[in-house]
């Protein structure tokens, strides 16, 4: 057998091996779940009938039943016995009287009582079943309550943070849960290494997939919805998508691509994958998304100029290129909901792009293959896309690769006024990214204008080029932009820099939001957003990337793009205008931290365990941001 055959066997095999370890951790930790979480604001739709639309602040939420309302849960594991548990409402005004409530169990009445206050725990019990499976709860409301005139729905009782719990066993997930998951694993295991990763990443990465499979699997209901079957389905999407990239790359660049490459690209197939989990998953919250979906279904109705409301309630142009991206696939939609869904997967793909273009990026610069690397690693991890993704603003989240691409094409290409082909690229995506978002339009032109600056005077003749073929880009692309889109709001202009203007001046009567709190905020958020081990690394890697002087192309542009953000920080704490800089923020962080991780990683023992501990609490943290999301 020759080094290659043994190559693809033992990419195989590993393959295998990360698909068995989640046929084998996915029971244990279904088993061991303390119990099933059922939010009424996300979870239900799929599964119960006889359901108002969840209601009340973020912090409290619950949904209203009809006077008949049922709750089903398919393929719940009967051989063990189970707690149905709720607080349940019932706000009468004065003289009607409370209602009674009985909750059945597969139609056999298993608990009935007067729900008279508010947040009083209701629970039953259902009993084992060892012939079935499943379980279906009914709730009978009597007498059922019509609000008035404005409100004409007929009110059974309210519930919120409902529950399932095992009470004496350890029940297994479903089936169709398990081969699913185990199905989706393995077609991802077996793109990677049909795609040439080496065994000991792809057992890597493939165990990194079943692990946060896994996770996102037995949080609420999800194992027993057809969750399983969008995994499959985003698995099998995911490697499709992969797989091509990988051809693509190969026939263009005509030689094959680097093991540090391959890997590369199995990183990002497997942070978009379990990005996706999340943001597909039934318990993921809406956030913003229902916005952007009525925004997307007036752009395929021909609406094409909107304003939106900033915090404050300050009007600002809102740019519309997501939508137009997406129009081609509303094919394939026919909700609201799947619009949603299509959005976010617009975004994450082109988020996983965006990251893996750094190390294009890293290596076109320095060489440095393991900054270039890890700079995509960090990108994944840090928490401030989760951030964004749980808001909900999509038209943001797009706008960041194509910002993110711009900046890359400076450096990678690299743009020379002498070289009118990456001119015109530059301008392409430029004018692509103006048009996502406003706070990605601001803050892209003071970059790239800092970046020619800094190229003309401190680049020396080597940049001259550079500065003025930036220059030509980004004036040309903001041309193109404001003439065919922010050029129709001049009334918005006016009225709103007024507004600004008087607020900036004069005491704010809003608690918190004078210039003291905005700047007391800033170190909460840079932790909440960035993570504090990513600011380690970055502070470490700004010391190396001074002693970089061979790639002074890339150490003037971090050093545009940081100055940019640290302006708008500024402007965010000397105004109540705030530009999201600390989203355009992170790419620059990330790659500084890979410079200062790899050099920690390459140095003596000491600093090379502290390197690994940084990083690994570095996966916590970006981990845990998505794990908030879903409770």
């Keep these: 057998m020759s080094e290659h055959q043994r190559t693809r066997v033992a990419g195989v095999t590993a393959a295998v091996l990360g698909a068995l370890v989640f046929a084998l951790i996915l029971p244990t930790a279904y088993a061991r779940q303390s119990e099933m979480s059922i939010r009424v604001d996300v979870d239900l739709p799929a599964s119960a009938r006889g359901f108002y639309p969840a209601e009340g602040t973020e912090d409290a939420r619950f949904a209203w039943t009809r006077p008949k309302a049922e709750l089903s849960v398919p393929e719940l594991d009967r051989r063990v016995t189970w707690r149905w548990a709720a607080r349940a409402s019932a706000w009468r005004p004065v003289g009607v009287p409370p209602p009674k409530v009985r909750v059945a169990v597969d139609g056999v009445v298993a608990a009935e009582r007067t729900v008279s206050g508010n947040s009083e725990l209701l629970e039953v019990v259902v009993p084992r079943r060892p012939d079935g499976a499943g379980v279906t709860l009914t709730f009978d409301t009597e007498p059922g309550y019509i609000p008035g005139a404005s409100d004409a729905r007929d009110l059974g009782i309210a519930l919120a943070s409902m529950s399932l719990t095992p009470v004496d066993g350890w029940p297994r997930p479903p089936m169709w849960a398990l081969t699913g998951g185990t199905l989706a694993v393995l077609i991802l295991s077996l793109c990677l290494a049909a795609a040439g990763v080496p065994p000991a990443w792809l057992l890597g990465c493939t165990t990194a997939i079943a692990a946060g499979q896994t996770w996102v699997l037995t949080r609420g209901l999800a194992a027993h919805t057809v969750y399983p079957r969008h995994m499959v389905e985003a698995a099998l999407w995911t490697a499709l998508g992969t797989l091509s990239v990988l051809w693509l790359l190969e026939r263009v660049r005509r030689i094959p691509l680097s093991a540090s490459a391959v890997g590369v690209v199995a990183i990002s197939a497997a942070a978009c994958?379990?990005?996706?989990?999340?943001?597909?998953?039934?318990?993921?919250?809406?956030?913003?998304?229902?916005?952007?979906?009525?925004?997307?279904?007036?752009?395929?109705?021909?609406?094409?100029?909107?304003?939106?409301?900033?915090?404050?309630?300050?009007?600002?142009?809102?740019?519309?290129?997501?939508?137009?991206?997406?129009?081609?696939?509303?094919?394939?939609?026919?909700?609201?909901?799947?619009?949603?869904?299509?959005?976010?997967?617009?975004?994450?793909?082109?988020?996983?792009?965006?990251?893996?273009?750094?190390?294009?990026?890293?290596?076109?610069?320095?060489?440095?293959?393991?900054?270039?690397?890890?700079?995509?690693?960090?990108?994944?991890?840090?928490?401030?896309?989760?951030?964004?993704?749980?808001?909900?603003?999509?038209t943001n989240a797009f706008g960041q690769p194509l910002f993110v691409a711009s900046l890359v094409a400076v450096v990678a290409v690299p743009v020379e006024r002498a070289r009118w082909r990456t001119v015109v690229l530059l301008a392409v995506l430029v004018g692509a990214a103006l048009l996502t978002h406003p706070s990605t339009c601001a803050i892209l032109i003071v970059v790239l204008g800092a970046t020619t600056i800094l190229y003309r005077w401190l680049g020396g003749q080597g940049l001259r080029s550079a500065a003025y073929g930036v220059g030509i880009a980004t004036l040309t692309a903001a041309i193109v932009a404001f003439v065919v889109y922010y050029a129709w709001f001049p009334g918005v202009y006016v009225r709103e820099f007024s507004r600004i203007a008087t607020a900036s001046t004069t005491r704010p009567a809003a608690p918190g939001s004078s210039i003291g709190s905005r700047l007391a905020r800033v170190p909460d958020q840079a932790g909440s957003y960035f993570g504090w081990p990513v600011l380690v690394a970055a502070g470490l890697g700004v010391w190396r990337l001074r002693r970089e002087a061979e790639a002074p192309r890339l150490a003037l542009l971090l050093l545009a793009w940081a100055g940019t953000c640290a302006l708008f920080l500024g402007v965010g704490i000397l105004t109540p205008v705030e530009m999201r800089y600390h989203f355009a923020a992170f790419p620059a962080i990330a790659l500084i931290a890979a410079f200062g991780w790899s050099w920690a990683w390459r140095s003596r023992l000491p600093l090379r365990i502290c390197a690994m501990l940084v990083l690994c609490a570095a996966v916590w943290v970006g981990f845990s941001g998505w794990m908030v999301m879903l409770g």
């Design 273 to 394: 994958y379990l990005k996706l989990l999340v943001l597909l998953h039934p318990a993921m919250p809406i956030g913003d998304g229902v916005f952007h979906a009525h925004r997307f279904e007036s752009v395929l109705g021909g609406h094409f100029y909107f304003t939106s409301l900033a915090p404050g309630d300050y009007a600002f142009p809102y740019p519309i290129l997501l939508y137009l991206f997406a129009a081609p696939f509303s094919l394939f939609t026919h909700t609201t909901l799947d619009r949603v869904a299509l959005l976010r997967i617009i975004v994450t793909v082109a988020d996983a792009a965006a990251g893996a273009s750094l190390y294009w990026m890293v290596v076109r610069s320095t060489g440095n293959r393991m900054a270039a690397v890890t700079s995509v690693i960090w990108y994944h991890l840090v928490p401030m896309t989760s951030w964004i993704m749980r808001w909900g603003n999509l």
